[in-house]
């Protein structure tokens, strides 16, 4: 007797034990993933907060550091993930970058270059941030980038002792950002990318009392490069109908002043 009691015992255990790791992993499945992509294995520090909120809220995160221009480069150097919250490392057996987005629902770049942002544009692949772009947009994956990034390489503003550059490629730098948004890239601030995320991930703004208020209606019918100039700051947020006109003086004040226009 005491032989068939220790029996169902047993087997009531695993069948509890069974339906607790099913459980685990139906609850693991269902937790979104973020790709995040950093310069170097430094520049994720800044952006702990946001990974703690994004935890939060259920959203794991793979994150990969690209060290030096050998690994941000195509060849021979591949990409492996480690697993949700974990580094992913380089290896020569691992899936290529191209891969890399089927397995999550949003890609995160903090911050871009000029060089990498002139390959999305205009088509090219050749490092590791310009292929994963591609193949996210390609399958149709949201991708989010920082816009307040000065388009110079980590690397090279420790070379050249350099925060920003030259006028000439600001001017450049600025036009590939505007093609980017043409393309379907979500461009916020670096301390926004958490916000991003979740609306891009939900399909609905989340509340932010600082972007209401840097939001601003225009309701007559032509925008002038002085209107923008006295009523607009920069990263604000401009809302048009979209039977106003705003002459080429406005639109490259806009520009300069990182200004997003809505057409509604």
């Not at 702990?48 to 990969?64: A, G, P, R, T, W």
């Not at 580094?87 to 995160?108: F, G, M, R």
Request: aromatic share 6%.
């Amino acid at each position: 007797m005491d032989h068939n009691m220790n029996v169902e015992l047993k087997e009531l255990i695993e069948t509890i034990v069974r339906d607790l790791l099913e459980k685990a992993n139906s609850a693991q499945k269902t937790r979104k993933k973020v790709l995040f992509i950093f310069c170097d294995s430094s520049a994720h520090e800044s952006f702990v907060d946001q990974f703690i909120m994004l935890d939060n809220k259920e959203i794991s995160y793979d994150v990969v550091f690209l060290d030096g221009e050998t690994s941000a480069w195509l060849g021979l150097q591949q990409i492996e993930s480690t697993g949700s919250t974990k580094v992913i490392a380089a290896d020569e057996w691992a899936p290529a970058p191209l891969e890399l987005p089927k397995e999550y629902e949003v890609v995160a770049i903090p911050e871009i270059d000029l060089d990498d942002a002139a390959r999305i544009v205009l088509g090219l692949k050749g490092s590791v941030k310009a292929e994963i772009v591609f193949s996210a947009l390609t399958l149709g994956k949201p991708v989010i980038i920082g816009e307040d990034v000065p388009g110079i390489k980590r690397a090279d503003r420790r070379t050249l002792k350099k925060l920003c550059l030259p006028p000439a490629y600001q001017k450049l730098f600025m036009q590939y950002k505007e093609d980017l948004k043409n393309m379907g890239v979500i461009l916020t601030k670096q301390e926004r990318i958490y916000e991003a995320i979740l609306e891009t991930l939900s399909g609905s703004p989340t509340p932010s009392s600082e972007k209401e208020g840097k939001r601003k209606r225009f309701e007559g019918i032509v925008v002038t490069a002085d209107w923008v100039h006295d009523y607009l700051e920069e990263n604000d947020s401009l809302i048009v109908n979209k039977k106003v006109l705003i002459t080429p003086q406005a639109k490259d004040l806009l520009n300069e002043k990182r200004i997003e226009v809505k057409f509604v």
